[in-house]
C-alpha cells in the first residue's frame, strides 16, 4: 500500500506534464527569436566596418600615389644595359602594351611615368620593366625574350668560367663619382629611386664583377623622344637632298651626320626634314 502511494506522489500528472513542455517550447521560441534579432544588427555592423576598411585603404592609396615617388604626375629615365660576359646585348623592347607606366623605346632608356597606383614608390621597381620587355630575372637567373638562358654557376663565358648574375645600380648616370651598388639578392624588386639612374643587368665570372660598366645608352638621357622639345635622332644612312643656292633641283645629297655650310640667301630654300613616325611617350 505504502509503495502505490509514494508512485501516485512521484508521479507527474498529465497537466503538469504538458505544461513544462510549454515552458520548453516557448523558451526555444524565445532564444531562436533573440538570436535572429541579434544577428541583423551584428550583420550590418560587420557591413559598416568593411566599408570604413576600404574607404581608408582606398585613400591610403590615393595618397601613395601623389606622395611617394616616382609619382603619378613624375616622368622619369634611367639608363640600362644587358651585359653578358664581356659584351652589352642589343637594347630591349617592350614585349606588350604598357598598362602601368613603365616601359622603353627600344634606345636602352627605361621610361618611368607612372599612371598606375600600381607602379608608385616602393611599387615603381625594375621588375616590371623586366616584364614589360619579356625577360624572367630571378636571383641566379635570367632568361632573355628569346629564351637564351644564364644561370649562376652553371652557364660559363667563352673564357670558360662560369658567370654570376647581378644587377648593378649608379645613383647618377652620368656622375662619374657615382659610387655602384651591387645587387645579387631580390634583384627584380630594386627600386627607381630618383631620376637619371643607371642600371646594368650583368652576368659575368665573379672575378670580373668590379668591371662591370655603365650602360652604353646613358648618353640617351640627354637625347629623348618622349619629353617635351626633344629631337629624336636621325638614321645615320639617312641621305637628305641639299637645294642649288638658285633654288634649282638638289645635285647632291649629305648624310644626316653632316653639318651643311649655308648663307643667308639658302637658308630661306633650305629642305626641313621631319621624322615620319614619333616615339611612343
Not at 535572429?36 to 592609396?61: E, N, Q
Not at 648624310?255 to 630661306?268: H, K, L, Q
Request: charged fraction near 20%; glycine fraction near 8%; hydrophobic fraction near 40%.
Amino acid at each position: 500500500m505504502s509503495r502505490a502511494i509514494l508512485a501516485l506522489v512521484m508521479a507527474p500528472s498529465n497537466s503538469a506534464t504538458k505544461k513544462l513542455a510549454k515552458v520548453a517550447r516557448s523558451g526555444k521560441k524565445r532564444t531562436i527569436r533573440e538570436s535572429s534579432d541579434r544577428t541583423y544588427p551584428l550583420a550590418i555592423g560587420a557591413i559598416v566596418v568593411v566599408g570604413c576598411l576600404m574607404v581608408f585603404w582606398g585613400r591610403s592609396v590615393r595618397v601613395e600615389a601623389q606622395s611617394f615617388q616616382p609619382k603619378l604626375s613624375d616622368h622619369w629615365h634611367a639608363a640600362y644595359g644587358t651585359y653578358t660576359c664581356d659584351t652589352f646585348a642589343a637594347p630591349p623592347a617592350d614585349a606588350g602594351a604598357d598598362k602601368l607606366g613603365i616601359h622603353t623605346h627600344q634606345d636602352g632608356v627605361i621610361h618611368i611615368h607612372p599612371f598606375s597606383a600600381a607602379a608608385v614608390g616602393e611599387r615603381a621597381d625594375i621588375g616590371k620593366f623586366f616584364d614589360m620587355v619579356g625577360m624572367k630575372v630571378t636571383d641566379g637567373k635570367l632568361v632573355l625574350a628569346d629564351g637564351t638562358t644564364y644561370e649562376s654557376g652553371v652557364t660559363t663565358c667563352p673564357d670558360g668560367q662560369a658567370g654570376k648574375l647581378v644587377l648593378v645600380a649608379w645613383p647618377a648616370a652620368d656622375d662619374p663619382a657615382s659610387e655602384p651598388t651591387v645587387i645579387t639578392k631580390d634583384i627584380a624588386s630594386t627600386q627607381f629611386a630618383n631620376d637619371r639612374m643607371a642600371f646594368t643587368l650583368a652576368f659575368v665570372p665573379e672575378d670580373k664583377i668590379a668591371e662591370i660598366p655603365r650602360p652604353e645608352s646613358i648618353p640617351n638621357l640627354d637625347n629623348l623622344s618622349d619629353v617635351q622639345g626633344s629631337t629624336p635622332s636621325l638614321p645615320s644612312d639617312l641621305s637628305i637632298p641639299v637645294p642649288g643656292s638658285d633654288g634649282s633641283s638638289p645635285s647632291s645629297t649629305m648624310a644626316t651626320g653632316d653639318v651643311p655650310t649655308t648663307t643667308a640667301a639658302s637658308a630661306a630654300s633650305a629642305t626641313t626634314v621631319s621624322p615620319s613616325t614619333t616615339a611612343k611617350g
